[in-house]
């Protein structure tokens, strides 16, 4: 009795570690993207389900924190100033390059 309790309590942090591995975005990040998302195609049930799908398949590709960088620098083109034109004359790096690849990845399976 003790021997399965251990085994599968063994089983389900094995399966839970595995899950946090492959769902390494936060909840707050998956939703702010729907949100956008939502915002720029519709509000719309068919619209939530799209978004859903395409930042889960963002997820599949791009480490979190290569989604932050990217989402970053593009965020910091937005804005005016001094500062930020660092970012806007830097050209397309290879983070947010990789980004435009899944969102379009993302686009063709999702939408």
């Known amino acids: 009795m003790i021997r ?3 085994t599968a309590a063994l089983t389900l942090s094995a399966g839970m570690a595995w899950a ?3 769902n390494d975005y936060p909840t707050n990040a998956r939703a702010d993207y729907v949100f956008v998302c939502m915002a720029a195609n ?3 049930r068919e619209m939530l389900d799209k978004c859903s799908c395409a930042i889960d398949q963002i997820a599949e590709i791009l480490p979190y924190e290569d989604y932050v960088a990217a989402e970053t620098v593009l965020a910091m083109r937005q804005v005016g100033g001094e500062r930020a034109a660092v970012f806007r004359n830097m050209g397309t790096n290879e983070k947010v390059a990789n980004f435009h690849r899944a ?3 993302a686009e063709i ?3």
């Open 4 to 6: 399965a309790t251990l």
């Open 20 to 22: 946090q591995a492959v």
């Open 42 to 44: 519709g509000q719309t």
């Open 103 to 105: 969102e379009a990845e």
């Open 109 to 111: 399976l999702c939408f």
